[in-house]
Nanobody, 125 residues
């Protein structure tokens, strides 16, 4: 199983980015896909998860409104749309998957089965 994130880079405050997570070695059916981030000197934090079973989504409270998760099961690719980016959003962004059929997902799994290597997002002021 391999997860490859892309779409990171340098963006000015107020800008937008779309991150992609391409999966190989698995099919998205019956998986939960999540986005996480880790800022310099801080612990990793969850952003959002989506259930490939029914498309339901969940977000960390602090991430609601500016971040949108989506997935294209046919392409085995998940996305994270980020708007109104701020310097505090500077971090390495990771996608991860956890096998499971979940409907109306309420929270991200505590542990994920597979992780990507991350993509760096830098937001300048």
């Amino acid at each position: 199983v391999q997860l490859v994130e892309s779409g990171g880079g340098l963006v000015q405050a107020g800008g937008s980015l779309r991150l992609s997570c391409a999966a190989s070695g698995l099919t998205f059916d019956d998986y939960i896909i999540g986005w996480f981030r880790q800022a310099p000197g801080k612990e990793r934090e969850g952003i959002s998860c989506i259930s490939s079973s029914d498309g339901s989504t969940t977000y960390a409270d602090s991430m609601k409104g500016r971040f949108t998760i989506s997935s294209d099961n046919a392409k085995n690719t998940a996305y994270l749309h980020m708007n109104s980016l701020e310097p505090v959003d500077t971090a390495v962004y990771y996608c991860a998957v956890d096998r499971g059929r979940v409907h109306d997902i309420q929270r991200c799994p505590i542990a994920m089965d597979y992780w990507g290597k991350g993509t760096l997002v830098t937001v300048s002021s």
